[in-house]
């Protein structure tokens, strides 16, 4: 922490060894009367499609001093450190974004529950701010990346296909410019899907397509060396393998391998009438003087696919809905991207695990999901479920006054596995392995 700094709150979650050890602080670059209050929770949050994680500080204010005669200033700088020790910590930087409260005392201004909402500290460049500029002969990833270059510390962004003649944006802020170019870019890779984009607790930027994630945990996939969790179930040695694990790979030693709980989402209706259903995609061309139109389903596309089969049967691919572009060339792009979309989140998990800072939103992960014990069969894992998922989400909550930490992952996938299943569609380039 800088001398400049002043600490509001530091905290030290031990576990099993000196090694588990996470770190959690919030300073501020002023004097703060948070530094005297004592706080709840933390909660870090990372989605895709957001320009920012989403940090609250939940405490009582037991005699009502910030309703009464003291004000956070939304001009205030804060700084969130969190990681496995001093020399392992990542620090994102912070303003107020929102304040919620309510008084527990009914009739009185004191024991007042505080809720402070955190954004990163360059939301007026990313959203507050519009913009009237245009980029000459650039890709898609070119124009995100000369965005976001000079607010966030680090960026990863993976090259688009096609170089456009002329990209504008017209009075938009640069997060809703964004979301814009993701529905329209293609990437430069042979695995055909769409872009993602969001920032990590560590303040990385990352704008890259599902077909790079996959790129990215190929050779840990073929290698069996793939981030994978388990569910404790009948295997009694689940913690001896996690501790194995960990010996084995110091890279992924302060992720752990095991949860106990789960939530599944299988979005039938919703995914066919977003998209998955088919599109019945049609522009006007100007140069021929005539409408082109095409229908882009799961079954007729070369999208990549984490599973053995969709979420989706191929009886349901009928609703064929009306997706016009006007004399937008980039109709069929858009619609491939739409159905890639939808597709590889038909099949949504979250699972609980045990807190760790290092998990982070635009990785792949493996989940296995042992077979109930009465079920007759060889096969020792759930087929439907047990396979390959994107982290779409993460959320960590660090219970302060417990000092305890736990994280729940926002899983997404295209489908199942199994090769029993009939009738669910599958798209012509199938399986990503």
């Known amino acids: 922490m800088a001398e400049n700094e002043f600490n509001i709150f530091e905290t030290a979650i031990v576990r099993n060894s000196s090694e588990d050890t996470i770190l959690v602080r919030l300073s501020s670059d002023s004097e703060s009367t948070l530094r005297y209050v004592q706080p709840k929770r933390l ?65 009185q201004s004191k024991e007042v529950n505080f809720s402070i909402n955190f954004v990163y500290q360059n939301w007026n460049e990313m959203i507050n701010k519009v913009y009237n500029r245009s980029w000459i002969d650039s890709r898609y990833s070119d124009v995100v990346g000369s965005i976001v270059q000079d607010n966030y510390p680090v960026v990863d962004i993976r090259p688009s296909d096609a170089i456009k003649e002329s990209v504008i944006q017209p009075n938009w802020n640069n997060a809703g410019f964004i979301k814009w170019i993701r529905e329209r870019a293609v990437p430069a890779n042979d695995k055909r899907s769409h872009y993602e984009f969001g920032v990590k607790s560590t303040g990385e930027f990352f704008f890259k397509s599902i077909g790079d994630i996959i790129d990215d945990n190929i050779e840990n996939v073929r290698n069996e060396e793939l981030m994978t969790f388990r569910m404790i179930g009948q295997e009694q040695d689940n913690r001896k393998r996690t501790e194995e694990y960990k010996k084995n790979n110091p890279d992924g030693a302060k992720a752990p391998t095991y949860f106990a709980k789960y939530v599944g989402n299988e979005r039938y209706l919703s995914g066919v009438v977003s998209g998955a259903g088919g599109l019945n995609t049609k522009y006007y061309d100007f140069d021929t003087g005539a409408y082109v139109s095409g229908i882009k389903s799961i079954s007729n596309s070369t999208l990549i696919q984490l599973t053995d089969w969709t979420g989706l049967k ?105 090769k029993q ?6 798209t012509l380039k199938g399986r990503f392995i």
Do not use: C, W
């Not at 895709?48 to 609250?56: D, E, K, L, N």
């Not at 999901?369 to 994107?390: A, H, K, L, N, W």
């Open 421 to 426: 299943l009939e009738g669910y569609a599958k």
């Open 314 to 418: 191929k009886s349901n691919e009928v609703s064929n809905t009306m997706f016009y572009q006007g004399s937008n060339t980039e109709a069929f792009d858009m619609a491939d991207n739409r159905v890639s979309d939808v597709m590889n989140s038909l099949q949504q998990f979250d699972i609980a695990i045990e807190g760790s800072p290092s998990i982070h939103i635009g990785n792949m992960t493996q989940v296995i999901i042992p077979r109930p014990p009465d079920v007759d069969t060889d096969i020792p894992i759930s087929e439907f479920y047990s396979g390959f998922y994107i982290i779409a989400g993460v959320t960590h909550t660090v219970n302060l006054k417990k000092n305890t930490m736990g994280s729940v992952l926002s899983l997404s996938s295209s489908g199942f596995d199994g």
């Open 43 to 107: 909660t870090i949050e990372e989605r895709f499609g957001s320009t920012s994680p989403i940090v609250v500080v939940e405490f009582i204010d037991a005699n009502g001093d910030f309703v009464n005669h003291t004000k956070i200033d939304p001009e205030t700088n804060f700084f969130l450190d969190i990681g496995s020790g001093y020399e392992d910590l990542s620090r994102i930087n912070l303003k107020v974004s929102r304040i919620n409260f309510t008084n527990r005392a009914t009739g």
